[in-house]
């Protein structure tokens, strides 16, 4: 199993930047993609970006794009979520997830962390 570990977020004012940090332990090979989700409170959860583990491809949800950076550390094992030019609608819990396959869907990621709030003020 793998475990994942957040870290970052916080409040911020608008067209400030926050990094969020994921910490995969655990059968971290087993990895092929991790993906950065948030749930806005009353919303579903909504997928933001994702990464292959190994190739670093990306992806990202159009309302972050030039806005948002996913990367990886395969060293350390960690995710991160560059976030800049934050928006007050980009307030939402932020979760970091893992999985086998490349997907925006989060029923197929395996591994969640706890969520982190990110507030955006206005």
């Known amino acids: 199993q793998v475990q994942l570990v957040e870290s970052g977020g916080g409040l911020v004012q608008a067209g400030g930047s926050l990094r969020l940090s994921c910490a995969a332990s655990g ?10 989700f948030r749930q806005a409170p009353g919303k579903e959860r909504e997928f933001v970006a994702a990464m292959t583990w190994r190739s670093g491809s990306t992806y990202y949800v159009d309302s972050v794009k030039g806005r948002f950076t996913i990367s990886r550390d395969n060293a350390k094992s960690t995710g991160n979520l560059q976030m800049n030019s934050l928006k007050p609608e980009d307030t939402a819990v932020y979760y970091c997830a893992a999985g086998r396959t490349f997907t925006t869907n989060p029923s197929e990621y395996d591994a969640w962390g706890q969520g982190t709030q990110v507030t955006v003020s206005s």
């Open 27 to 36: 059968r971290t090979f087993s990895i092929y993609a991790m993906g950065w």
